[in-house]
């Protein structure tokens, strides 16, 4: 019988850190929008929107309020399941990636310890990187279903771009994983606590890893996918309304979740420098903890957002150079030099 | 060769360096220049609040001007629209009758005065031809509306507000009080 009990505050507590972390993924989204405008104004001397409420705060809203509101068109000719499918694979793909990122330390709630994170699972980053695969299959299908020769175009281009920059940023990853020995993420931010950050060990795989995560993101300068002046706004030219809303969302939702995953992995997640936790209360380290890890993916995502506009994208061909000839090698010899240096330590 | 100007440089077209072809070096140099707009003071004014000063040769919409004494000035001769080139102007002069000497400056008027903004091209040639100083190009702009009908703007339209007897209307005419930097609109 003892099989049969269930721990209700489990089920409760996870359920509580679900909500909550979809909502913050989703608001975070919902701000990277307005965020995205703002700075690009910034960038270009200009104000940005500021006319739906102070400061324009309320502009996603009106944005969001414009796109379900608009008419849905699905084309005559269109697959439309797949259609459909499309954009919610998207954007689930999107969203439950942050399952296994460790967002603080635990709380503690009476003697009981709430660890801020989904789901340890010991493969954390594995599944981090299925997940993020699957994405690709939200563009390829929404291209492939629109029955359109652009958007099929831009989907071809865009799974060839994320397999060629998904192995280039596997390969930098082994080298980290070398370092620290688990695919756990709560032990890689665990590991990272009061020691240097991962990023002092491989500089070079994390920049190879930011520039692979820019990819994968389907962000400037690698956004051939919705390349809207060669292909008429790629994979999403026949969508409109929420589905549209929809894929420009998973956007903005898998760039907070790459930056959650760089500032974990590489920038020592939870971690803040000269804050010993052990000093403070559970509960207060816990949100020192949030609060740290929360800047960090605002500083990523401002770097997305800062090279969205500073530079432009790139030909085709140079994409795959790039990725293919520049990368690939590098990240070879980065996971080389990695284990010769770690085995050479440990002789 | 010689060079038009000493900025001129030749284009390099050797290969690229490894460093080079990985873009990054580039791309940091860029990445520091858009910083540096990023705080530059933006060039943006927030429109209808706030106004860019023009200079005073500013051409904007036309004004039918009054003397001193309030009385219209123009007397319908019609060089303004011989003058100009969008034939954009019309009008039918009138005679003035004696009870009318406080409206109007000369023996003859306006009766009816009319000028097509979409036609004009505000090149101020009417302001150059009017021999009475009646017409006058100001510095309002983006006359805006929801028909093409309402851009013949009729004599009413222009004429400037008597500045004896209508002196509210006729400051606001000249638009003293509108702010012209960023500053005035956030305070």
């Known amino acids: 019988m003892t099989l049969l009990v269930i721990d209700w505050a489990l089920i409760i507590e996870k359920l509580i850190l679900i909500v909550v972390v979809v909502l913050a993924s989703l608001v975070i989204a919902l701000y990277s929008t307005y965020g995205e405008r703002k700075i690009a104004a910034f960038f270009q001397d200009r104000i940005g929107p500021n006319r739906a409420g102070p400061f324009g705060l309320l502009q996603p809203l009106a944005d969001g309020a414009k796109l379900i509101f608009k008419e849905d068109v699905i084309p005559n000719a269109a697959n439309k399941w797949l259609f459909i499918l499309g954009p919610a694979m998207s954007m689930t793909a999107a969203l439950i990636t942050s399952a296994v990122i460790p967002w603080g330390n635990h709380l503690e709630i009476g003697k009981r310890i709430v660890p801020l994170q989904i789901a340890d699972v010991n493969i954390g980053i594995l599944y981090v990187f299925g997940v993020v695969s699957l994405g690709v299959y939200g563009i390829m299908i929404g291209g492939w279903a629109s029955n359109n020769k652009f958007s099929l175009m831009a989907a071809l281009r865009g799974a060839s771009q994320a397999i060629s920059y998904e192995l280039a940023m596997g390969m930098s990853l082994i080298a980290l994983l070398m370092l620290t020995g688990s695919l756990s993420l709560k032990t890689i931010a665990a590991q990272q606590v009061g020691h240097l950050w991962n990023v002092c060990y491989q500089p070079l795989g994390f920049i190879i890893f930011l520039v692979c995560a820019f990819a994968e993101c389907n962000r400037t300068p690698f956004d051939l996918a919705e390349a809207e002046n060669e292909l008429n706004m790629g994979y999403h030219q026949e969508y409109s309304s929420m589905k549209m809303g929809f894929y420009l969302f998973a956007e903005y939702v898998n760039m907070f979740i790459s930056s959650a995953v760089m500032a974990t992995m590489y920038f020592g997640g939870y971690d803040l420098p000269f804050f010993n936790p052990a000093n403070h209360s559970a509960n207060f380290a816990a949100l020192i903890g949030i609060i740290a890890l929360m800047a960090k993916v605002l500083f990523f995502i401002f770097l997305f957002m800062w090279v969205r506009w500073t530079i432009p994208r790139f030909r085709y061909d140079q994409l795959m150079n790039l990725g293919w000839k520049k990368l690939l090698p590098l990240a070879l010899a980065n996971m080389l030099i990695t284990a010769v240096v770690i085995l050479w330590l440990h002789k | ?187």
């Open chain 2, 1 to 187: 060769m010689q060079t038009l100007t000493n900025r001129s440089e030749n284009v390099d077209r050797s290969p690229m360096t490894f460093v080079e072809s990985l873009y990054l070096p580039a791309i940091v140099k860029g990445m520091g220049i858009t910083l540096k707009h990023f705080f530059k003071k933006p060039a943006t004014y927030s429109y209808p609040e706030v106004k860019r000063p023009f200079s005073p040769v500013f051409r904007g919409l036309h004004v039918l001007n009054r003397d001193e004494e309030g009385r219209e000035r123009c007397t319908a001769c019609g060089l303004c629209a011989l003058a100009c080139p969008a034939e954009a102007i019309t009008m039918e002069a009138a005679e003035r009758l004696p009870e009318e000497e406080n409206l109007y400056r000369e023996e003859k008027y306006a009766a009816k005065y009319e000028i097509n903004m979409l036609r004009c091209i505000f090149c101020g040639m009417c302001e150059e031809a009017c021999p009475k100083d009646a017409i006058y190009l100001s510095e309002t702009f983006t006359p805006s509306d929801y028909a093409r009908k309402k851009f013949i703007y009729a004599k009413e339209d222009m004429l400037i507000p008597n500045k004896n007897t209508e002196k509210e209307d006729y400051e606001k005419a000249l638009g003293k009080d509108v702010p012209t930097t960023a500053s005035a609109f956030f305070d």
